[in-house]
């Protein structure tokens, strides 16, 4: 009997470590793995920085991909565009995201990273809703933001001093104004603000303030977007070209992206987004422009 019971004890064992083996064989992955796309819930983690203009709309979509992919977890910075080009460039962030062309920021090496056009930005100047004004022209709004243009009185609106509000160099959201809204005129100093909600509660609490925000920004009546030479800021306008202050969300990576970085970005494109959580946040569809600009700020109609 007692070579039975040792018999069983090892036969409980042996079905034991077998039991044990397959057990631990099902998880070869780790928390990195991004599951290739494959259709099964994503998991892993990556870091996004760089366009705070950008931010409300990809931290909303990166919510959402949680939500359907309980296992992933993507974290939203950010910093200005170009943070977000210098750390994707370097290796440190996953994606960059960015109002600007990455060939249009010094240092970077734009021919190493891969640009993923997620959205269009309309940009416009916007005051302090007691300033009296809510179109301006061109010509003067550059001789506001110059300095030429010191009080609000000689624009027919309030005797108030004009209180400039701009953002530091490495914003895309300066380059893109300064382009397209001051053809590349320097703007005076005044007041320098990295966040754009920050810069919208100045505009808010200042009297006589003007700066520019994307139209994302514009969710209530605390600030006055301006028109320009009478043209509107809107999504039809910067669609059919006639509203010229916008350019595209780019969303780079450094070379092409796998795994969940490329699951999140396909996500970005997908219909869900383009068509409904892209427009909840202000943005506009990439799809749905009819015009496309290089990185010369060259316009043609598609």
């Given at each position: 009997?007692?070579?039975?019971?040792?018999?069983?004890?090892?036969?409980?064992?042996?079905?034991?470590?077998?039991?044990?083996?397959?057990?631990?064989?099902?998880?070869?992955?780790?928390?990195?793995?991004?599951?290739?796309?494959?259709?099964?819930?994503?998991?892993?983690?990556?870091?996004?920085?760089?366009?705070?203009?950008?931010?409300?709309?990809?931290?909303?979509?990166?919510?959402?991909?949680?939500?359907?992919?309980?296992?992933?977890?993507?974290?939203?910075?950010?910093?200005?565009?170009?943070?977000?080009?210098?750390?994707?460039?370097?290796?440190?962030?996953?994606?960059?995201?960015?109002?600007?062309?990455?060939?249009?920021?010094?240092g970077i090496a734009a021919d190493e990273l891969v640009d993923h056009k997620v959205a269009v930005v309309g940009i416009t100047a916007a005051?302090?809703?007691?300033?009296?004004?809510?179109?301006?022209?061109?010509?003067?709004?550059?001789?506001?933001?110059?300095?030429?243009?010191?009080?609000?009185?000689?624009?027919?609106?309030?005797?108030?001093?004009?209180?400039?509000?701009?953002?530091?160099?490495?914003?895309?959201?300066?380059?893109?104004?300064?382009?397209?809204?001051?053809?590349?005129?320097?703007?005076?100093?005044?007041?320098?603000?990295?966040s754009s909600n920050t810069v919208k509660k100045i505009l808010t609490e200042?009297?006589?303030?003007?700066?520019?925000?994307?139209?994302?920004?514009?969710?209530?009546?605390?600030?006055?977007?301006?028109?320009?030479?009478?043209?509107?800021?809107?999504?039809?306008?910067?669609?059919?070209?006639?509203?010229?202050?916008?350019?595209?969300?780019?969303?780079?990576?450094?070379?092409?992206?796998?795994?969940?970085?490329?699951?999140?970005?396909?996500?970005?494109?997908?219909?869900?987004?383009?068509?409904?959580?892209?427009?909840?946040?202000?943005?506009?569809?990439?799809?749905?422009?009819?015009?496309?600009?290089?990185?010369?700020?060259?316009?043609?109609?598609?």
């Amino acid at each position: 009997m007692e070579w039975m019971k040792k018999t069983w004890i090892f036969i409980i064992i042996a079905a034991l470590m077998v039991f044990s083996s397959a057990c631990g064989g099902g998880n070869n992955g780790d928390n990195n793995n991004a599951g290739g796309g494959n259709g099964d819930d994503l998991s892993g983690s990556l870091v996004v920085s760089g366009s705070s203009a950008m931010q409300p709309l990809v931290a909303a979509a990166a919510e959402e991909f949680m939500a359907e992919n309980p296992g992933a977890d993507i974290q939203v910075n950010a910093g200005g565009s170009g943070t977000g080009l210098s750390q994707v460039a370097e290796g440190s962030v996953d994606i960059g995201n960015s109002d600007v062309f990455a060939e249009e920021k010094e240092g970077i090496a734009a021919d190493e990273l891969v640009d993923h056009k997620v959205a269009v930005v309309g940009i416009t100047a916007a005051v302090n809703p007691n300033v009296g004004i809510k179109d301006i022209s061109k010509a003067d709004l550059i001789k506001v933001f110059t300095g030429k243009i010191t009080n609000w009185k000689e624009l027919g609106g309030k005797d108030q001093e004009i209180v400039l509000v701009n953002r530091p160099d490495a914003s895309g959201t300066r380059a893109i104004f300064n382009k397209f809204a001051l053809d590349g005129a320097t703007p005076a100093e005044g007041i320098t603000e990295d966040s754009s909600n920050t810069v919208k509660k100045i505009l808010t609490e200042t009297e006589g303030a003007v700066g520019y925000l994307a139209f994302s920004y514009f969710t209530d009546d605390s600030i006055t977007p301006l028109s320009i030479d009478g043209v509107e800021p809107t999504e039809e306008n910067v669609q059919s070209g006639k509203f010229p202050i916008w350019a595209y969300q780019h969303s780079y990576t450094k070379g092409e992206p796998e795994g969940l970085v490329k699951a999140f970005l396909d996500y970005l494109m997908s219909d869900d987004i383009q068509n409904t959580l892209l427009k909840e946040q202000g943005y506009l569809p990439v799809t749905k422009m009819k015009v496309e600009r290089d990185v010369e700020g060259n316009i043609k109609n598609l």
